[in-house]
């Protein structure tokens, strides 16, 4: 296993609520990651009025409208940044776009809780896949 020194992260619903600013909290955590060697990119399938103040606010890379799962964000971060995928880690709420896109293409990932409950509509319906998803999952272990 490669030690990761680079990470991608997701924006809403991973770092703050859907459409908030960055919070001190989050903005003091990418300045800690950057203090111990870490570089960061934030890949969003939002547009860049969403993204470019966020990536401001927390000093990080960042990539607009990614299409999330499609590789082709993912790739962008990575030549960007000038890295390679096996020093990668992606941290994202949702399977369907963040942690499955990052698969594809070899990337490590993490999925973690989504900071709120309340969504778009379109993610509610995906979130029910996934806790079939994470059920059979569970089950394995």
Partial sequence: LVEQKFFFFDIDNTLTEHGAPATASVI????????IGFTTCLVSNNKA?????????VNSYYVCDAKKPRKRGYLAGIE???IKKKETLMV??????????????GIYSILVQPINKKEEIQIVFKRKLEAIVLFFYHMRK
């Fill in 92 to 105: 994202g709420d949702q399977i369907f776009t963040d942690i499955w896109g990052a698969r594809r293409l």
């Fill in 80 to 82: 960007k940044m000038g």
């Fill in 49 to 57: 009025p969403r993204i470019l103040p966020f990536a401001k606010e």
């Fill in 28 to 35: 003091h955590f990418f300045e800690n990651l950057r203090t």
